[in-house]
């Protein structure tokens, strides 16, 4: 699973700063021998999806990207953490260039899959029949995490304000995404689902 991570870990130069309050460990863990095979998205409409739940779920996505912005390095250290992929003391890891596939869970036990590369950054990815609450759940607390790590980073390393997001790793594939989605809900032609990843367990 880590074959391509030899030639990617590197210590945080300055290191990163120490965790306060909770870590990624407590809000989701590794799940080799959950996930199921099968296709995974990013997003699939529901039996009641309608224009304005298209439009929400790029936003939802809008903010896990936003999230990660200017930290991706230090993000994917946090995340394989869980895995026991890397020693304590690297603090950052280069994304690979080639697509990587994490089997994930959430606290409320749901398997989901995670991808990591340098076109499209750090992904997450549902099954069809993953429950509309636990997905939004996942989404919220992988968000909500990063978006305070980001601001910790930022402002213990650089001694500024958080910026805005608008340069995060993946920023050109995902604004092509939405632009696709954007046009095809113009012409009235239904989104099946987008960021498809077929996982073999």
Same mark, same amino acid.
């Given at each position: ?52 739940? #298209?439009?929400?779920?790029? +936003?939802?996505?809008?903010? *896990? ?6 930290? &991706? %390095?230090?993000? $994917?250290?946090?995340? #394989?953490?869980?895995?026991? +992929?890397?020693?304590?003391? *690297? ?6 260039? &080639? %697509?990587?596939? $994490? ?12 991808? *990591? ?85």
């Amino acid at each position: 699973m880590f074959s391509w991570l030899k030639k990617r870990r590197s210590p945080a130069q300055p290191p990163a700063p120490d965790r306060q309050g909770p870590r990624f460990s407590d809000h989701f863990s590794a799940d080799s021998g959950g996930a199921v095979s099968g296709s995974y998205a990013m997003w699939f409409p529901s039996a009641e999806e309608t224009p304005a739940s #298209l439009a929400h779920a790029l +936003g939802v996505i809008d903010r *896990v990207y936003e999230s990660m912005d200017s930290i &991706e %390095t230090f993000a $994917l250290a946090e995340i #394989l953490g869980c895995f026991g +992929g890397i020693e304590r003391d *690297v603090m950052r890891v280069t994304l690979p260039d &080639e %697509t990587a596939i $994490l089997p994930m869970r959430s606290a409320a036990g749901l398997s989901f899959l995670l991808s *990591v590369s340098q076109e499209k950054g750090i992904r997450l990815h549902f099954l069809r029949s993953a429950p509309d609450d636990l997905r939004a759940e996942a989404l919220s607390s992988f968000t909500s995490y990063f978006a305070a790590r980001r601001q910790q980073i930022i402002q213990d390393l650089l001694g500024i304000p958080t910026p805005p997001a608008t340069t995060y790793v993946g920023k050109a594939w995902w604004d092509t995404m939405k632009e696709v989605a954007s046009g095809l809900q113009k012409e009235g032609v239904p989104m099946e689902k987008f960021g498809t990843i077929i996982y073999q367990a």
